[in-house]
């Protein structure tokens, strides 16, 4: 999806009690998960979710 229906579907949140952030990666499709680079995506992920585990 593009970026902008991204931001705007996080915006939908900022009154939530749930923890949620965007993140962009410049220059990558949606289909991420088969590109080449997937694993620059799957750390970034894994980093945040660790964490950001047990904070709630």
């Known amino acids: 999806m593009p970026s902008s229906?991204?931001?705007a579907n996080a915006k939908k949140y900022r009154h939530s009690d749930a923890l949620t952030e965007t993140y962009e990666f410049p220059d990558r499709s949606h289909f991420t998960g088969v590109e080449p680079g997937w694993e620059q995506?799957?750390?970034?992920a894994l980093d945040w979710a660790t964490s950001h585990a047990g904070t709630r």
Do not use: L, W
């Open 41 to 44: 995506v799957a750390d970034y």
């Open 5 to 7: 229906v991204g931001r």
